[in-house]
């Protein structure tokens, strides 16, 4: 039987990092965001399945996606986001209980998704939630440096993400990353003692 634990945040709460230091104590990390990174490469069919329902506008001279033209399109009409997530939600739902099901024999498991309280279908596949959490204006400065948006473009993304105060309410766990990484090794190692304990009790 696969224990998983579903990780969700914010913009810029540092879900990445730590799913990097769950990784590196052994942990199988699927994440969500890459299926869809992936998916979406030049050439992939349902790269293919975007460009003819958005048009060629979406595209690179390369033939990759153009990102921030798609991301334009539908945060400006609820329309065409449904459409762009009927297009991708299944696909990378397929392919994220594939990844499970390779490291079935795994003492537990992690499934990196934003949008885990919003998805049904990903709550069902869970044992334990985290949330990875962070001041706000952290949030912004993080996304800003990392990243070509500007303030005003990532407290539209947070705006239209979950609230905070209603994201950690439904957690099982909440790792504040507020301080340094050395700050947040640590609470990864206990979190992982954590896990490994509860899910070799439960299994």
């Known amino acids: 039987m696969m ?35 992936d998916l979406t490469k030049a050439g992939q069919p349902i790269l ?3 460009t003819q329902a958005f048009g060629q506008e979406i595209l690179l001279a390369s033939g990759e996606l153009n990102r921030p033209a ?12 449904k459409t762009l997530e009927n297009i991708m939600h299944p696909a990378i739902y397929e392919q994220a209980i594939q990844m499970l099901a390779n490291h079935a024999s795994a003492p537990y498991q992690m499934i990196d998704i934003p949008l885990l309280f919003e998805s049904e279908r990903y709550l069902k596949l869970i044992n334990r939630s985290l949330v990875v959490d962070c001041e706000p204006s952290l949030q912004i400065s993080r996304t800003c440096q990392r990243s070509q948006m500007n303030e005003e473009e990532v407290k539209r993304i947070i705006a239209a993400q979950m609230p905070r105060e209603q994201r950690n309410q439904r957690a099982d766990d909440i790792l504040l990353n507020n301080g ?15 896990y490994m304990n509860t899910c070799i009790f439960n299994k």
């Open 180 to 194: 340094s990484l050395q700050e947040l090794e640590q609470k990864v190692a206990q979190l992982h003692e954590k």
């Open 48 to 50: 293919q399945k975007i």
């Open 3 to 37: 224990w998983v634990v579903g990780m969700t945040g914010g913009i810029g709460c540092g879900k990445s990092e730590v799913a990097r230091l769950f990784s590196a104590l052994g942990v199988p990390i699927v994440d969500v965001d890459k299926i869809s990174h």
């Open 70 to 81: 798609l991301r334009e399109k539908i945060f400006s009409d609820s329309t065409a986001k």
